[in-house]
């Protein structure tokens, strides 16, 4: 698939309770962690880039000088799925006919492996493999879109995607930041990470 095909939605709509403040503002090597993968998709030359953020989220002005249209979750409570009913609508909106979904709390995503993702999508969802687990970034064919709008709760497409085919990222790329103790370790990515953001 081309990426211009593709629609790239960070999810950031997140309470981020184990982290007990504002986690995607905090500051990892001098810009905010929740920018630090969106502002490297923001160079591919996608049919939409998208952010789901809570309404008035400090966060969302940055994404949209980024050039990210915003899907406001206005219901942060209903979960990790809230959000992905709000990318499939966002997206809709859009030509796209896939949908690539990331976490804004997964800082070290690398823009190689996202395009390898959208290079290797042939019409079934492909997802990220950590050489254990499936997880995101993962794209979703328009065809599939429906099953995440079916998704409940906070588990997201978690049951989606352990069914899904997969390509293995770099190590360490797939990291997320769930506490202040993980931004705390996260500060020496891999080597191999683009610093440079």
Same mark, same amino acid.
């Given at each position: 698939?081309?990426?211009?095909?593709?629609?790239?939605?960070?999810?950031?709509?997140?309470?981020?309770?184990?982290?007990?403040?504002?986690?995607?503002? /905090?500051?990892?090597?001098? =810009?905010?962690?929740?920018?630090? #993968?969106?502002?490297?998709? @923001? $160079?591919?030359? +996608?049919? !939409?880039?998208?952010?789901?953020?809570?309404?008035?989220?400090?966060?969302?002005?940055?994404?949209?000088?980024?050039?990210?249209?915003?899907?406001?979750?206005?219901? /942060?409570?209903?979960?990790? =799925?809230?959000?992905?009913?709000? #990318?499939?609508?966002?997206? @809709? $909106?859009?030509? +796209?006919? !896939?949908?690539?979904?990331?976490?804004?709390?997964?800082?070290?995503?690398?823009?190689?492996?996202?395009?390898?993702?959208?290079?290797?999508?042939?019409?079934?969802?492909?997802?990220?493999?950590?050489?254990?687990?499936?997880?995101?970034?993962?794209?979703?064919?328009?065809?599939?879109?429906?099953?995440?709008?079916?998704?409940?709760?906070?588990?997201?497409?978690?049951?989606?995607?352990?069914?899904?085919?997969?390509?293995?990222?770099?190590?360490?790329?797939?990291?997320?930041?769930?506490?202040?103790?993980?931004?705390?370790?996260?500060?020496?990515?891999?080597?191999?990470?683009?610093?440079?953001?």
């Amino acid at each position: 698939m081309d990426t211009q095909d593709v629609a790239i939605v960070v999810l950031a709509a997140g309470n981020a309770r184990r982290f007990g403040s504002d986690k995607l503002m /905090a500051d990892l090597d001098g =810009s905010p962690l929740g920018l630090r #993968a969106a502002a490297q998709m @923001a $160079q591919l030359n +996608a049919a !939409a880039h998208i952010a789901v953020c809570q309404p008035e989220a400090p966060i969302a002005p940055h994404y949209l000088k980024l050039g990210y249209t915003l899907a406001e979750n206005r219901h /942060a409570e209903r979960g990790l =799925s809230g959000s992905l009913h709000l #990318a499939v609508e966002a997206a @809709a $909106q859009t030509e +796209a006919q !896939a949908l690539l979904i990331l976490l804004a709390d997964m800082p070290f995503v690398q823009t190689s492996h996202v395009a390898a993702l959208i290079a290797g999508c042939d019409g079934e969802i492909l997802a990220s493999s950590d050489g254990i687990q499936s997880m995101p970034p993962a794209i979703f064919p328009r065809a599939a879109w429906s099953r995440l709008l079916e998704t409940e709760g906070d588990a997201g497409a978690r049951h989606i995607l352990a069914c899904a085919h997969t390509l293995a990222a770099p190590e360490g790329s797939l990291r997320d930041i769930d506490t202040p103790d993980d931004l705390a370790a996260s500060k020496a990515p891999p080597l191999g990470l683009d610093r440079s953001l």
